[in-house]
């Protein structure tokens, strides 16, 4: 009997920061020969679609430069999403509530109309964060679920410790992380397969969204126990040399599969179809003219915000540090400025053609370039892991989630970036310190290190997705175990 067609339905949480990664790894699936329908809730899918559109017409080149190595198909689908408008997110929980009601129905009506017109969906790949809207899809039609975490595999260790050790909880941590906990408060010492000493510092919050902080740790706590409870494999975008000791020790504790299979990244002739915003190509050519090194990329990712005093703060730190610089000004990382609120971006033209600013930026042609010398970054795992994969030192600047803790990990145990002292009691880093900061990494004898440091996680990082490294393995792994 001719062996099935495979066909994944693909799940991504609707955030830039999952959307990518998903995508990422539905072409290295569709590259092993799975035919993939790639699903987005309606407001995503046309805002992709139009900037796709967009793409197109202004280069009339097919979308995917590599299209001839996919064996396998990626399809877009949409689905409707009633009750939730982007635009008008009140709460986390709202969104999360809205996603649950509104996206499981029409993923099971979906998985029916694929099956009835001949082309069977045989496994379900989504978020992690999405198990309880979407494992049911998969228990009614009797096919594995991969559930995919888009962060490091230390916070999730980390989640997995705050909710089984006796020693810890999360009513500990946020009680521990509240208000501006000095550098040396520790949480907890000696967790299995996490470094020595967290400190309160260190910890995951959603602080910035108010009320939801324990609303969104719960939420998580409970999408994580029960995929663990039910899907047929975990995968992480991560890999083994990065992250060791939190895949042995979570390994040992869960009982479905953890697959390292990062870093996620697409190659770079391969344009980006996932983007919420125009990718500014012509930034590129404007590195092309910048010497080796010598410019600092900044960018938050798509949920940070920025105050305008913190705003002035950078540039002016920015500014003094004479050095030129690439700074993604996202729409929306701003506040809508006040009546005659310009001076900030007017500080710019004092930068004599140093700096420039655009709204979204082709981030991993970016980080790949040349003249890139450092990376100032809100510490979002995708952009992490895209520096480390690019040899990138980095500055870190958390916000919210995880952020905090993937900072650590690049200041104190891989030693590829430094983390900005907070300096005054108004929550604020101040121009000095950003001036400093930027100094040390990109031209003193410490930045240095840094990059020298940073260069050897390239090359594992570079390492695990060749054909024999682990991350290729493990896709390997993941593919022979739904017998494909
Ligand atoms: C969110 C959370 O903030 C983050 O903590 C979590 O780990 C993942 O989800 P986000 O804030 O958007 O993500 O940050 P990040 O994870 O870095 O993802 C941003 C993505 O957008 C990256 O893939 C990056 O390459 C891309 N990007 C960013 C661009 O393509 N262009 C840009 O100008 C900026």
Same mark, same amino acid.
């Given at each position: 009997?001719?062996?099935?067609?495979?066909?994944? &339905?693909?799940?991504? +949480?609707?955030?830039?920061?999952?959307?990518?990664?998903?995508?990422?790894?539905?072409?290295?699936?569709?590259?092993?020969?799975?035919?993939?329908?790639?699903?987005?809730?309606?407001?995503?899918?046309?805002?992709?679609?139009?900037?796709?559109?967009?793409?197109?017409?202004?280069?009339?080149?097919?979308?995917?430069?590599?299209?001839?190595?996919?064996?396998?198909?990626?399809?877009?689908? /949409?689905?409707?999403? $009633?009750? +939730?408008?982007?635009?008008?997110?009140?709460?986390?929980?709202?969104?999360?509530?809205?996603?649950?009601?509104?996206?499981?129905?029409?993923?099971?009506?979906?998985?029916?109309?694929?099956?009835?017109?001949?082309?069977?969906?045989?496994? &379900?790949?989504?978020?992690?964060?999405?198990?309880?809207?979407?494992?049911?899809?998969? $228990?009614?039609?009797?096919?594995?679920?991969?559930?995919?975490?888009?962060? !490091? #595999?230390?916070?999730? +260790?980390?989640?997995?410790?705050?909710?089984?050790?006796?020693?810890?909880?999360?009513?500990?941590?946020?009680?521990?992380?509240?208000? #501006?906990?000095?550098?040396?408060?520790?949480?907890?010492?000696?967790?299995?397969?996490?470094?020595?000493?967290?400190?309160?510092?260190?910890?995951?919050?959603?602080?910035?969204?108010?009320?939801?902080? =324990?609303?969104?740790?719960?939420?998580?706590?409970?999408?994580? &126990?029960?995929?663990?409870?039910?899907?047929?494999?975990?995968?992480?975008?991560?890999? $083994?040399?990065?992250?060791?000791?939190?895949?042995?020790?979570?390994?040992?504790?869960?009982?479905?599969?953890?697959?390292?299979?990062?870093? &996620?990244?697409?190659?770079?002739?391969?344009?980006?179809?996932?983007?919420? *915003?125009?990718?500014?190509?012509?930034?590129?050519? *404007? +590195?092309?003219?910048?010497?080796?090194?010598?410019?600092?990329?900044?960018?938050?990712?798509?949920?940070?915000?920025?105050?305008?005093?913190?705003?002035?703060?950078?540039?002016?730190? =920015? =500014?003094?540090?004479?050095?030129?610089?690439?700074?993604?000004?996202?729409?929306?990382?701003?506040? !809508?400025?006040?009546?005659?609120?310009?001076?900030?971006?007017?500080?710019?033209?004092?930068?004599?053609?140093?700096?420039?600013?655009?709204? *979204?930026?082709? #981030?991993?042609?970016?980080?790949? @370039?040349?003249?890139?010398?450092?990376?100032?970054? @809100?510490?979002?795992?995708?952009?992490?892991?895209?520096?480390?994969?690019?040899?990138?030192?980095?500055?870190? *600047?958390?916000?919210?989630?995880?952020?905090?803790?993937?900072?650590?990990?690049?200041?104190?145990?891989?030693?590829?970036?430094?983390?900005?002292?907070?300096?005054?009691?108004?929550?604020?880093?101040?121009?000095?310190?950003?001036?400093?900061?930027?100094?040390?990494?990109?031209?003193?004898?410490?930045?240095?290190?840094? /990059?020298?440091?940073? #260069?050897?996680?390239?090359?594992?990082?570079?390492?695990?997705?060749?054909?024999?490294?682990? !991350?290729?393995?493990?896709?390997?792994?993941?593919?022979?175990?739904?017998?494909?």
């Amino acid at each position: 009997m001719a062996k099935e067609q495979q066909h994944a &339905l693909a799940v991504p +949480l609707p955030g830039q920061g999952h959307i990518n990664p998903m995508m990422r790894l539905c072409r290295i699936l569709a590259k092993k020969g799975v035919t993939v329908t790639f699903v987005n809730i309606d407001p995503i899918h046309k805002r992709m679609k139009e900037l796709r559109q967009q793409q197109q017409e202004e280069e009339e080149q097919p979308i995917y430069a590599s299209q001839e190595e996919l064996v396998g198909e990626i399809r877009r689908a /949409r689905v409707p999403m $009633d009750g +939730l408008d982007l635009g008008q997110i009140v709460s986390m929980e709202a969104f999360f509530e809205a996603l649950k009601k509104g996206l499981g129905p029409h993923l099971h009506q979906l998985v029916l109309r694929l099956n009835r017109e001949g082309s069977r969906v045989t496994c &379900l790949l989504s978020d992690m964060l999405l198990t309880a809207t979407t494992q049911f899809v998969a $228990d009614a039609f009797n096919i594995p679920r991969i559930a995919l975490y888009s962060s !490091s #595999q230390s916070t999730l +260790l980390f989640h997995h410790h705050l909710m089984t050790d006796p020693v810890v909880s999360t009513e500990h941590a946020m009680e521990v992380a509240r208000g #501006q906990p000095r550098p040396d408060v520790v949480f907890a010492e000696g967790l299995a397969g996490l470094p020595p000493l967290i400190h309160a510092r260190d910890l995951p919050h959603f602080r910035h969204h108010g009320d939801d902080n =324990l609303y969104m740790f719960r939420f998580m706590e409970r999408e994580m &126990l029960l995929c663990y409870q039910t899907a047929h494999c975990v995968v992480v975008n991560s890999f $083994d040399a990065l992250e060791r000791p939190a895949f042995d020790a979570l390994s040992s504790r869960v009982n479905p599969p953890l697959y390292g299979v990062g870093p &996620l990244v697409d190659s770079l002739e391969e344009k980006s179809t996932t983007s919420f *915003w125009k990718e500014d190509e012509a930034c590129i050519l *404007w +590195l092309d003219q910048q010497a080796p090194l010598s410019v600092l990329y900044i960018s938050f990712g798509s949920v940070t915000c920025l105050s305008y005093p913190q705003f002035e703060e950078i540039v002016h730190g =920015l =500014l003094s540090s004479q050095h030129c610089f690439l700074w993604v000004v996202r729409p929306g990382l701003l506040p !809508s400025p006040p009546n005659g609120e310009k001076r900030s971006l007017d500080l710019f033209s004092a930068s004599h053609g140093r700096g420039r600013i655009v709204d *979204w930026a082709p #981030q991993l042609r970016v980080l790949a @370039h040349p003249s890139i010398g450092g990376f100032l970054t @809100h510490c979002g795992w995708n952009s992490t892991i895209e520096a480390i994969h690019h040899g990138v030192p980095m500055l870190c *600047w958390p916000y919210f989630s995880d952020q905090y803790f993937n900072a650590k990990f690049v200041e104190e145990e891989w030693r590829i970036g430094l983390r900005f002292n907070m300096t005054n009691e108004c929550k604020m880093i101040e121009r000095f310190e950003i001036e400093r900061v930027i100094k040390v990494i990109m031209e003193g004898h410490e930045g240095k290190v840094l /990059r020298q440091n940073a #260069q050897k996680f390239k090359e594992a990082s570079n390492n695990a997705i060749l054909p024999e490294g682990s !991350s290729c393995k493990n896709i390997q792994a993941l593919l022979d175990s739904l017998h494909i």
